[in-house]
T-cell receptor, first 114, second 112 residues
């Protein structure tokens, strides 16, 4: 069964450094998302991306965050200057051709900021 | 009032029991209702996806939606130790937004 793949599985970064989280969505999907889950808290929406542009972002997704689809298969989340509070699991998700189709999630990247 | 409420558990049941997991929500604009299973250090895995009020069955799993009460349930029949995981409800489909709103998740342990 097709799946969303994320790399790396664990990223350790010094505070203030830039980090890029990578995702390969399911190949025929058109909508892409990032969510995060701080330890012990809910999964929360960060951003959605369609047709090479951001379609929606949450208040968490400030100027330190950016997303990109650099080629036909990858979808990346960049955090420019990481803070301690950015430590969380980051999940990529994708969905098919419209809003009616469910979102499928990858196994996440655990980001630890030191 | 929180948009989506879910009892975090933990819920411990003996193998073979019927498990009932529930979520309530406050926003009647939600159109789609999902249940995800999340094993430790893994991502949410889609179990059930429903649109309308009523029941949807898939193997040992039944999802139930009651839009009038703003209440959704997931039933697991003949529960197995491999069902031990955190179960997340999620809701979406409001006009103009693609984002899902998740519950806190209920931790389930099925004892052999």
């Amino acid at each position: 069964e097709p799946e969303v793949t994320q790399t790396p599985s664990h990223q350790v970064t010094q505070m203030g450094q830039e980090v890029i989280l990578r995702c390969v969505p399911i190949s025929n999907h058109l909508y892409f998302y990032w969510y995060r889950q701080i330890l012990g808290q809910k999964v929360e929406f960060l951003v959605s991306f369609y047709n090479n542009e951001i379609s929606e972002k949450s208040e968490i997704f400030d100027d330190q965050f950016s997303v990109e689809r650099p080629d036909g298969s990858n979808f990346t989340l960049k955090i420019r200057s990481t803070k301690l509070e950015d430590s969380a699991m980051y999940f990529c998700a994708s969905s098919d051709w419209d809003l009616n189709q469910p979102q499928h999630f990858g196994d996440g990247t655990r980001l630890s900021i030191l | 009032q929180k948009e989506v409420e879910q009892d975090p558990g933990p819920l411990s049941v003996p193998e073979g029991a019927i498990v009932s997991l529930n979520c309530t929500y406050s926003n009647s604009a939600f159109q789609y209702f999902m249940w995800y299973r999340q094993y430790s250090r893994k991502g949410p895995e889609l179990l059930m996806y429903t649109y309308s009020s009523g029941n949807k069955e898939d193997g040992r799993f039944t999802a139930q939606v009651d839009k009038s009460s703003k209440y959704i349930s997931l039933f697991i029949r003949d529960s197995q130790p491999s069902d031990s995981a955190t179960y997340l409800c999620a809701m979406g489909g409001r006009s103009g937004t693609y984002k899902y709103i998740f519950g806190t998740g209920t931790r389930l342990k099925v004892l052999a």
